[in-house]
């Protein structure tokens, strides 16, 4: 079972930002929070990941609480090609191991 | 970054016969790949772990002889459906780690009829 909460869906409109949350309140000490969005009918894609620290590439910032039990993605200008099913998923430092997909939330773009 | 591919994206085949799919990791070497199933508004769910030179281990509820899996090189893991039936209609993705992330193939969208 997934280990991470979500909202079901979002709504954001184009331009705005979007942030979505997530609760992992069993997070345990070597358990990295990973973020992947799904297109539909395409495989899901990377978008970021991070421990404790809050974390910022080209696509999304990762806010994670100091206490590790949310964290907030915030995509800063949100596009109509953002529209997809976003994952919060909880992964420990075992590389080899799979992501254990939970349902997610769907966030719609809206012009 | 690193890719995954998978082929073919779409396939519909008739009850009773086999379709293979195949799962590439383009610039990379992969001794572990793994097969997802997800059926419509619903979420990626594991099927089995493919292990280059050994047998796969399939999650439970999983057949094993009707979803073979063979991962016969480094960068190659296939998965055939045996025997498909319209219920094996279905949305199957491959996955390969490197270092830290895990890549997806674009996956394969099955229709048996």
């Known amino acids: 079972d997934a280990k991470t909460t979500q909202p079901t869906s979002m709504d954001c409109a184009e331009g705005r930002a979007a942030n979505l949350p997530c609760n992992h309140s069993?997070?345990?000490?070597?358990?990295?929070v990973y973020w992947y969005r799904q297109i539909h009918s395409q495989g899901p894609q990377y978008i970021i990941h991070?421990?404790?620290n809050n974390e910022t590439n080209e696509m999304a910032s990762l806010i994670i609480t100091e206490d590790r039990k949310s964290s907030t993605l915030i995509l800063p200008h949100a596009t109509l090609r953002d529209t997809a099913v976003y994952y919060c998923i909880l992964r420990g430092d075992n590389y080899g191991q799979n992501f254990v997909f939970g349902p997610g939330t769907r966030l719609s773009v809206l012009p | 970054g690193a890719v995954v591919s998978q082929h073919p994206s779409r396939v519909i085949c008739k009850s009773g016969t086999s379709v293979k799919i195949e799962c590439r990791s383009l610039?990379?070497?992969?001794?572990?790949m793994f097969w997802y199933r997800q059926f419509p508004k619903q979420s990626l769910m594991l099927m089995a772990t493919s292990n280059e030179g050994s047998k796969a281990t399939y999650e439970q509820g999983v057949e094993k002889d009707k979803f073979l899996i063979n991962h016969a090189s480094l960068t190659l893991s296939t998965l055939t459906v045996t025997s498909a039936h319209p219920e094996d209609s279905s949305f199957y993705i491959c996955s390969a780690n490197r270092d830290t992330e895990a890549f997806f193939g674009q996956g394969t969208r099955l229709t048996v009829v």
């Open positions: 610039d990379f070497q992969a001794t572990t």
């Open positions: 069993t997070i345990s000490g070597n358990e990295y």
């Open positions: 991070g421990l404790k």
